[in-house]
């Protein structure tokens, strides 16, 4: 079965790109990207989705900011709708800054995957690397993981780790982990791609 990926980014792109290199080299199977959905259009991954000649739908949130608030029900109105006619077997999160409602993620339930800088359940939310720093940590990482309502949470598909030396700056840490992010992440969906799994008290348990 060919599986049917749509790639959510706001930013530079370079997870979307090292999934899309993977599935044209074969290290990722069975497996199309129908999509790049971003909600800014300044994203570099949008340049990566045309050189590629992959679909490229913009939300713009900043269309739903007003004085400050975020309408993110009408913002995710067009994105529920979005998705609903490209119908993805997975929808991949790849430097997505909008925080997911609770109405997607129960509709796309275990369909929707994050890529977060750190090794959670250690440093959620922003600037994970700097948190690694700051807390004198020796290893750090990335983690792959299903997207539940809370924030940077859900079954861990997969991890892998980084050094951290005492040297390290913000910068430093994150250019060292970011290919450890690429390769973790076409780890992650090219697994979910070839074989099955079953979610059982929030761990994920991988079928033949
Ligand atoms: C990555 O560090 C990812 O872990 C985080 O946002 C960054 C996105 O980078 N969620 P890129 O846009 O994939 O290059």
């Known amino acids: 079965m060919e599986n049917k990926l749509v790639i959510l980014a706001s930013g530079r792109g370079s997870n979307f790109a090292a999934i899309a290199n993977a599935i044209a080299d074969g290290s990722i199977p069975n497996a199309r990207i129908i999509a790049l959905i971003s909600n800014n259009a300044d994203a570099g ?11 490229v739908r913009i939300i713009h949130s900043k269309n739903f900011r007003q004085s400050g608030q975020f309408d993110r029900i009408g913002y995710e109105k067009e994105l529920s709708a979005v998705l609903k006619e490209l119908q993805p077997n997975w929808i991949l999160l790849a430097g997505y800054m909008l925080i997911l409602g609770k109405e997607i993620i129960q509709q796309w339930a275990n369909k929707i995957v994050n890529i977060h800088p750190s090794l959670l359940p250690a440093f959620r939310g922003l600037r994970a690397q700097k948190q690694a720093i700051e807390a004198g940590v020796s290893k750090s990482g990335c983690t792959v993981h299903f997207v539940t309502e ?40 090219s697994k979910l791609c070839s074989r099955s799994c079953v979610i059982r008290n929030g761990c994920v348990e991988w079928l033949a």
């Open 45 to 55: 991954a949008i340049g990566i989705a045309k050189r590629l000649g992959i679909a």
């Open 150 to 189: 809370e924030l940077d949470d859900g079954p861990i598909i997969a991890q892998n780790t980084v050094e951290v030396l005492g040297t390290d700056t913000e910068e430093t840490l994150s250019q060292r982990l970011l290919p450890i992010e690429h390769h973790t992440y076409v780890e992650a969906v």
